[in-house]
T-cell receptor, first 114, second 117 residues
C-alpha cells in the first residue's frame, strides 16, 4: 500500500518570498506523483505530476517539484509566491499502472500575506 | 479540454431523505470515475471506483447500500446518499479519467457540498 505524508499543515509566507511544501511518500512499488491545488469550496486542480523521465517537473504558474527516489520525496517549491497562491495543496501518489486509486496526503495550507 | 462537472454544487436535505449527486465528463468519455469525500480541513478519501456498465468497487468501511453509485454511461456517474444523516454532511468530489497523454490521469469535478439537517 502507498501512503503520503505532508508534515506541514500550514505554511505562512510573505508575498514574493520563496516557499517549499514538503511531501514524502511510502511505497513498495513504483509510483506516479502529483501535486493538486484546491481553492476554497472548489475541487482539485492538477498542478504538476511526475510520471517518468526528468525528475524536475514544472507547472505553468511557476511551481516546480523534484522527485527524489532515494529520499522518497516530492517537495513543491516556488521561488516567489503571490497572494493568489493562497490555497490548500495536496500531494498524492498512485501506483504506476492501471486505474489505481490516488492516495492523498493531509494537505498543506499555504497562506500568503502582503 | 477534460472538464468534469458536478450537480448540484451544494444541497441541503433533511435527515432521513436521499440525495443524488451527478458527475459528468463534458468533453471526453470516462470509463472509470472515482468518488471522494472530504471532511472539513481534511484530505480526500476515496469512497468508490465506478466503471461504466459494471458495479462500483467500494473502499473498506464505505457502506455500499448507503452510498449508491451508478455509472450508466461513459459521461455520467451518480452518487445517491440514501437515508442521509448529519454525519454524512461533507464535500463530495468526483474524478474521471480522460485517456489522454496519461491514460490514467484523473480530472476532478468542482465538488458538491452536502449538508444534512
Amino acid at each position: 500500500a502507498q501512503s503520503v505524508t505532508q508534515l506541514d499543515s500550514q505554511v505562512p509566507v510573505f508575498e514574493e518570498a520563496p516557499v517549499e511544501l514538503r511531501c514524502n511518500y511510502s511505497s513498495s512499488v513504483s509510483v506516479y506523483l502529483f501535486w493538486y491545488v484546491q481553492y476554497p469550496n472548489q475541487g482539485l486542480q492538477l498542478l504538476l505530476k511526475y510520471l517518468s523521465g526528468s525528475t524536475l517537473v514544472e507547472s505553468i504558474n511557476g511551481f516546480e517539484a523534484e522527485f527524489n527516489k532515494s529520499q522518497t520525496s516530492f517537495h513543491l517549491r516556488k521561488p516567489s509566491v503571490h497572494i493568489s497562491d493562497t490555497a490548500e495543496y495536496f500531494c498524492a501518489v498512485r501506483r504506476g499502472t492501471g486505474f489505481q486509486k490516488l492516495v492523498f496526503g493531509t494537505g498543506t495550507r499555504l497562506l500568503v500575506s502582503p | 479540454g477534460a472538464v468534469v462537472s458536478q450537480h448540484p454544487s451544494w444541497v441541503i436535505c433533511k435527515s432521513g431523505t436521499s440525495v443524488k449527486i451527478e458527475c459528468r465528463s463534458l468533453d471526453f468519455q470516462a470509463t472509470t470515475m472515482f468518488w471522494y469525500r472530504q471532511f472539513p480541513k481534511q484530505s480526500l478519501m476515496l469512497m468508490a471506483t465506478s466503471n461504466e456498465g459494471s458495479k462500483a468497487t467500494y473502499e473498506q468501511g464505505v457502506e455500499k447500500d448507503k452510498f449508491l453509485i451508478n455509472h450508466a454511461s461513459l459521461t455520467l456517474s451518480t452518487l445517491t446518499v440514501t437515508s442521509a444523516h448529519p454525519e454524512d454532511s461533507s464535500f463530495y468530489i468526483c474524478s474521471a479519467g480522460s485517456g489522454g497523454a496519461d491514460p490514467y490521469e484523473q480530472y476532478f469535478g468542482p465538488g458538491t457540498r452536502l449538508t444534512v439537517t
